[in-house]
């Protein structure tokens, strides 16, 4: 080792040293001696550097803390030399402390040992603007702590442990500076744990490497088995569980002493997913890395970072509903021009195949041709031309913005289970879908369609027919994608939430936004905020949304007070809301949606999406077009949003003030449990009158029994007033408030 030397200067001196000789024989070789000479100041610069920084050094022992509001964050090593932090909320643990690291598949020795360098703190506090989202402004204040550790021992590698904490919660991210001993490795493991405090109350589902679409479980942590619901859940059509004690984030969580934690992971780009094991007994929580087709976690080229660790933490649940930590942790939108990204509502050729009404697939045999040789129509599909049409004029009637339509390319029949690469090309429809005549006319009733690309899970299919698919879709005027991954994935082996799948995702985003097309993924890792960086990625469904109300058991009654407390968390969703048809789908007794209809309404303000689908057929709006008018009213699109009452698994009630407009919207939603919500109105205007649209469960409203009784009523409001509303077991209710006209002046002011 160089004399007076700190050890971590050394490696990078050999480094330049190598590299410097380097130069030198080339530099020889082309007899250049200038660039000698400035290449040589560099380096000694750059050394002058290290020697200067590394007076910064703290003392072993001594925890380094940082700290914004009541959130309070501590780092050190322990005695082995591995890192711990912990974490306080005014004077309350949140997290105990805790090992971080990583395990390198060529290095066991990377987990301890480390020496802290220096650390470094700065504070950012900054504004900025979401092409679209629930408020139209986010403040970024946090105060970054960014620990600089190496090996003590040999290959003296580095690693740098990044904080950022903020009001709301903490977030961490491991960085791999480029090094002399660190270029490519494998992540074998990740060994960041979340050691709880006590046995708290925990919303989770297992932790599957393949569907996020499992009901909720409310427990205390040391309750969890995910096992049992691996078995039972046979409506899931692809999904494996390999740790009984693994669990999804995002996590909600609720302290036995009213504190409110959620952790999740922010800008999941380049890595594989994070789920969490359980221990038990002890309540401490460990990352559990989705592995690969070979065991593998994540493959890395340094300079180079995970993602970011989040652990959201309040004394109000709302807050937890209100944080923007995940989306600040993200990197700016990389679309530069986002202004043909537009929300929008839509309906849907789909609710229809959901409910066996009509099927995506044209014919019900393959193998059997008539006499020409052609398939043989079974009379049940579903994207007919004339099927097409009729949901044209209904959108275009209601001012509904855009149609998808599912079942319009050849595949269907052997769609899904039989893990073959290539059921779909994208771009051949079926004989009775004429795609030029649909084209014409939803351009000319102002319809924008949205294109469906099932791929059945073969990644690597669509990756293949990508360019061709969109240019179609471009071709023939659609604005949007529905992207399916339903089935076992090819590559072979992979699964949906590993590093490969994460890195196809992000690679559609990025060749949807080349074409101008905005982006709905069905079936993928669930998101974590890069929808600040990719703004055409709208939503996800990767939840389970309210088609297992069609087709299977369902979802319980409190499904939608849990879901923006884990599931929304890291971005939109793409739920399906809006269906009025409660009952009568199936013979299996207790087959029906878990809701009132009047609580179908209140999520389009509950469950926040810019692409929020009206996912009921057109007949069954039309017996109740009173309704309906919600629907056509409700915003997609916000300049703020207050919530305005939060219990996860109970009750959610939330305001939005539609962007560009002095329009709000409420929603109010309950669990099995019939409520009265009360709803100051305080976030209007002081000095104006509005006219609220009430739109509730009737009195003998109930979402078993009398699901679709609602009574719709119209009062004149201001800021003083407050709503009174009675949810139904299972119920809801929504309210849209819009400035009075003089002429409702006469309207009767609410009491
Ligand atoms: C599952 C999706 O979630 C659903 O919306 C779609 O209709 C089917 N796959 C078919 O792609
Ligand atoms: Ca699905």
Known sequence: MTPGMPVYATGFFKYYIKKLKYSLIMSRLVA???????????????????????????????????????????????????????????????????????KLLDDSSFDKHFTILKTEHKTVDETWDPVWGEVSHIRNHYEQMTVHLQQQNLPHRLIDIVFRVFDDGVGFRYEFPMQPNLQYFVVSDELTEFALTGDNKTFWIPG????????????????????????????????FVPDKYGIQTPLMMKTADGLYINI?????????????????????????????????????????????????????????????????????????????????????????????????????????????????????????????????????????QGLLVEGWNAGWEEWFGHWTEKPFDFVTPYPDFDIKAITSYAAFKGVKMIMHNETSGGATNYERQMDTAFKFMKS????????????????????????????HYVRVAQKAAQ???????????????????????????????????????????????????TRFMGGPMDYTPGIFRIKGYSTVPGRQVHTTLAKQLALYVVLYSPIQMAADIPDNYEKHMDAFQFIKDVAVDWDDTKIVEA??????????KEKGTANWFVGAITNQNARNATIPLDFLDKEKKYVAIIYADADDADWQNNPEAYKITKFLVNADTKLNLKLANGGGAAVSISPAASEENGLQLYK
């Open 264 to 400: 999740h992971e922010a800008a999941l780009q380049n890595y594989t997913s994070m789920q969490l094991h359980v221990d038990t007994k002890t309540y401490k929580l460990t990352a559990n890395l989705v592995a690969d087709a070979v065991g593998n976690k994540a493959y890395m080229r340094t300079p180079c970072h995970t993602p970011w660790r989040t652990i959201i933490v309040s004394d109000k649940a709302g807050d937890i509903l209100a944080s923007k930590m995940i989306l600040n942790l993200n990197e700016p939108s990389k679309i530069s021009n986002t202004s043909w990204i537009k929300p929008m509502k839509f309906v849907g050729v789909w609710w229809e195949m959901q409910t066996g009404k009509s099927t995506w697939s044209y014919t019900d045999n393959l193998d059997v041709k008539d006499a020409n040789g052609k398939l043989i129509p079974s009379g049940k599909h579903g994207a007919t031309t004339a099927n097409v049409k009729r949901y044209i004029d209904f959108a275009a009637k209601n001012s509904i």
């Open 32 to 102: 250049k001696n200038q660039v000698i000479i400035l290449r040589m100041k560099k380096i000694f610069i750059f050394l002058l550097c290290l020697i200067i920084c590394s007076g910064t050094k703290a003392r072993d022992g001594e925890p380094i803390k940082a700290a914004m509001d009541k959130v309070q964050l501590a780092f050190n090593l322990d005695d082995s030399g591995s890192p711990v932090y912990s974490v306080n909320y005014g004077d309350k643990a949140v997290i105990k402390p805790s090992h971080m690291g990583i």
């Open 476 to 503: 023939y005027g659609y604005v949007a994608v529905k992207t399916g991954y339903v089935g076992k994935i090819i590559p072979r082996g992979e699964h949906h939430d590993d590093q490969w799948m994460i890195d």
């Open 208 to 239: 599957d490497y393949d569907s996020n679409e499992y009901p909720y479980t409310t427990s205390p942590i040391s309750q969890v088995d995910a096992s049992v619901l691996y078995k039972s859940e046979a409506e899931i059509a692809v999904r």
């Open 647 to 656: 219990e996860p698994g109970e009750y959610i009630t939330t305001a939005r």
């Open 515 to 565: 074409y101008g097309i905005m982006l709905d993924a069905h079936e993928p890792v669930r998101p974590t905020g890069l929808q600040r960086t990719y703004p055409n990625w709208m939503a996800c469904e990767a939840g389970r949304g309210n088609e297992y109300n069609a087709f299977g058991n369902g979802n319980n009654p409190d499904h939608e007070t849990i879901m923006p407390f």
